[in-house]
């Protein structure tokens, strides 16, 4: 019984990367080969100790490895670069289990930023883990930071009417949830909480930008005004209080590594 589930669950190795290391590879995989083929097979080596790879990491790798086949095409050949073992080697093993696409488009698009010329001082050997520690919408709110150097936010601050004290109604509310379709917009708080936890931003609280046009639209988007009108019958007044988000260096480093097309100018 047991060789029949093994044949139905996992896939021979010399069947999963014929075209890596057979006679008659495509250009393109000879390249995939060439950039990553000593990491795919140190990868792999430890799960292939029977000659077999598990169904799902077959998968997953064929489905990558043809997305990061055509990124890699699209390099320039004089603009083509070894990539650094410690992030291809990490960046394989990742993707060998990385069923969701967001996430695994910001691992392809780190190993071939490692293989630009052009890009490949801004892939660091630590933003495998960054990546790894994002969820599907924050990958999504990384992708809508590109190029940005800021995310502005507002509170709406209810004074009580008998006393000095005041709750916050809406914290830290930005735009995001209107331009970025979340799976989970109710986390947007703890998504912002885990990216300056990771680095990629800092809490500028307390100071704010000058230009009122994005504050506006957030005032506007959560409705400001009808909060207004319930001064005097229900708070002795409502504030609105600005400030924002800042990108990083790291932040920023991060963010045009592991994008398709940076929007970043250079120096970063």
């Known amino acids: 019984m047991e060789p029949e589930i093994v ?27 060439h950039a990553i083929g000593d990491a795919l097979e140190m990868c792999l080596l ?12 077959k998968k997953c790798l064929d489905k990558h490895l043809k997305t990061f086949e055509q990124k890699l095409n699209k390099i320039p050949e004089d603009k083509k670069t070894d990539i650094h073992p410690q992030i ?41 883990e960054i990546i790894s520690q994002l969820s599907p919408d924050e990958a999504k709110i990384i992708q809508y930071l590109n190029g940005e150097n800021d995310i502005q936010y507002a509170e709406i601050n209810a004074f009580v009417k008998n006393g000095t004290g005041y709750n916050t109604i809406l914290p830290k509310s930005t735009l995001t949830p209107f ?64 400030s924002y988000y800042e990108v990083t260096p790291v932040g920023r480093l991060f963010i045009s590594a592991c994008s398709s097309t940076t929007k970043y100018e250079f120096p970063i």
């Open 7 to 33: 044949k139905t669950t996992i896939t021979p190795l010399k069947d999963l990367l014929p075209e890596i290391y057979g006679d008659a590879l495509k250009p393109g995989m000879k390249a995939v080969g």
């Open 46 to 57: 430890p799960i292939t100790a029977m000659g077999y790879v598990p169904k799902l990491a």
């Open 88 to 128: 291809s080697f990490p960046v394989i093993q990742k993707l060998l289990y990385t069923t969701n696409d967001t996430i695994a488009e910001l691992f392809i698009n780190l190993l071939t930023s490692s293989a630009n010329i052009d890009m490949c001082s801004n892939a660091h050997p630590g933003f495998v």
């Open 179 to 242: 331009h970025v379709a979340l799976d989970f917009p109710s986390n947007i708080h703890a998504y912002y909480s885990n990216l300056i936890r990771l680095g990629i931003l800092e809490d500028e609280s307390g100071t704010y930008k000058i230009a009122n046009n994005v504050y506006d639209e957030i005032a506007e988007k959560y409705n400001f005004d009808y909060y207004k009108k319930l001064v005097p019958e229900c708070f002795k007044k409502v504030e609105i209080e600005k």
